[in-house]
């Protein structure tokens, strides 16, 4: 029987961090034993608000090692660079003509990118969605693997693809935003003001190539405050944040300790977050190495990224065809 097709994304616009790794990339490895995975390093998305190219190589480079160092294989699935698929470009056209000004305007996320960067309100940041949505349906992937910061794109998707196929016959299938935990994932900033961000909030953002030392200082830094005064108290989210990164590094005893100490009003944060600290330093620093070791190998990586162009053109160009023949785009058979 064939695998469910698998699409998810990640821009190359700097140092990979915690909220892409588990809102993200721990999925993509565990995804690849089961699916048809192609996984893309989306460097024109990056273009919408990093038009100065002058690290996207680096980045580039950088971010496949990290990928690869966080477990993708590029036997198991389709990794890729974007820009190497120039049939996303031409569904992108294709799909513009669907998307309409108004809801598009109205993205939540792109309310956010006008507000960091009010100087550069493009007409590719209004269509990111659209070119997101090609990512995807090029592949006519079934399920999409992110954060929750992307579930309004996927939205988007479904809307796109449902009104090509109601226009021009039944191509896509719709696709869904997926996690294995069931609800996407959010790895808040540690100072609680937004997410976990490759390009914004660098001090409150813990990132995979962080040194150890750096990694206890950002986590210390953590907000908290004075600690709760009622028995079983609700958490304020940047409590709550803390607990979080503690559930996924830490073993469950220590997870519950703390919240006995919390519910018992006798919780020292100071102490957990050092707690914390060790256990992040210990998940993060050997991902770190392995990163270290395969950065410098550019060769491979190269290998690496014609390998998986090849691949996903071939599957982008069996969907072009099928699409422009419903449109009837096509004038020579
Ligand atoms: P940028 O700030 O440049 O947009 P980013 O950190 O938002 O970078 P993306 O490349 O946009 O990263 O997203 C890659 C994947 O990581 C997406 O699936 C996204 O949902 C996920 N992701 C990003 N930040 C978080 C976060 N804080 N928590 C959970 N998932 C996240
Ligand atoms: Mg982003």
């Known amino acids: 029987m064939k695998k469910e097709t698998v699409l998810s994304g990640i821009r190359p616009t700097g140092f990979v961090h915690l909220g892409n790794y588990f809102g993200a990339m721990r999925d993509w490895v565990r995804m690849q034993e089961e699916y048809d995975c192609y996984i ?11 038009p100065d190219t002058k690290e996207l190589q680096s980045n580039v480079y950088r971010l496949m090692g990290e990928l690869l160092a966080v477990g993708l294989d590029p036997e198991k699935c389709v990794l890729y660079v974007q820009s190497d698929v120039p049939e996303i470009a031409e569904l992108y056209l294709y799909l513009n003509m669907m998307a309409y000004k108004g809801e598009l305007e109205k993205t939540a996320t792109f309310k956010d990118k006008v507000r960091q960067h009010p100087n550069n309100v493009n007409a590719g940041l209004l269509t990111y969605p659209v070119l997101q949505a090609a990512d995807i349906l090029i592949h006519r992937a079934l399920k999409v693997p992110v954060g929750k910061d992307q579930e309004q794109h996927i939205e ?25 935990g069931g609800g996407l994932i959010k790895i808040m900033s540690l100072d609680g003001t937004g997410k976990m961000s490759k390009s914004a909030n660098q001090m409150a953002t813990l990132y995979l190539a962080d040194d150890d030392e750096l990694i206890r200082k950002k986590i210390m830094k953590a907000k908290t405050d004075s600690g709760p005064t009622e028995l079983h108290s609700v958490k304020p989210d940047y409590i709550e944040n803390v607990f979080g990164l503690m559930k996924l590094v830490s073993s469950e005893d220590t997870v519950a300790k703390f919240e006995a100490d919390f519910n018992n009003c006798v919780i020292r944060y100071g102490d957990m977050k050092k707690q914390l600290a060790e256990d992040m ?11 270290k070791a395969i950065e410098n190998n550019k060769e491979e990586i190269t290998r690496v990224i014609l390998r998986g162009k090849e691949k996903a053109r071939a599957s982008a160009d069996a969907t072009l065809q099928l699409v422009r023949k419903a449109m009837g785009v096509n004038y020579t058979g």
């Open 40 to 50: 893309c390093v989306v460097d024109w998305h990056s273009l919408t608000t990093h």
């Open 281 to 291: 330093v210990r998940f993060m620093g050997p991902i770190r190495e392995r990163a």
């Open 156 to 180: 988007m998707t479904r809307n796109f693809a449902e009104r090509f196929n109601h226009r021009y016959g039944e191509i896509f299938p719709l696709p869904q935003a997926f996690s294995y």
